[in-house]
């Protein structure tokens, strides 16, 4: 059974940090790029940052500077650290594999295909 498993999410002030992992199991995320996207309340999923099998990577605008994301095949998994967080990026956050391994785009969430369940993020005083 395919899986994708976030956690690290969690209530945080401005300006605080994050670090969300991604895990997967029954598959090694060797073979595919790994996306992030976020979700805030009212409005469309959105991309937030990429990584390819080669660790290639793509960020979304209002993330870049402040987000990292990096892959642990190792461990099986991706994280994203989140720096100088701002309330705009409260949401879930979600990850998701795309059957390719040398490129990556966060500006389609439909060619992605196995989803994690999500892990909340908070910024918040």
């Known amino acids: 059974q395919l899986q994708l498993v976030e956690s690290g999410g969690g209530l945080v002030q401005p300006g605080g940090s994050l670090r969300l992992s991604c895990a997967a199991s029954?598959?090694?995320?060797?073979?595919?790029?790994i996306g992030w996207f976020r979700q805030a309340p009212g409005k469309e999923r959105e991309g937030v940052s990429c990584i390819t099998s080669y660790q290639g990577t793509a960020y979304a605008d209002s993330v870049k500077g402040r987000f990292t994301v990096s892959r642990d095949n190792a461990k099986n998994s991706v994280h994203l650290q989140m720096n100088s967080l701002k309330p705009e990026d409260t949401g879930i956050y979600y990850c998701?594999?795309?059957?390719?391994?040398?490129?990556?785009?966060?500006?389609?969430?439909?060619?992605?295909?196995?989803w994690g369940q999500g892990t909340q993020v908070t910024v918040s005083l």
């Open positions: 998701a594999t795309l059957n390719r391994r040398d490129a990556c785009t966060i500006r389609d969430t439909t060619i992605y295909t196995n």
């Open positions: 029954g598959f090694s995320l060797d073979y595919f790029s």
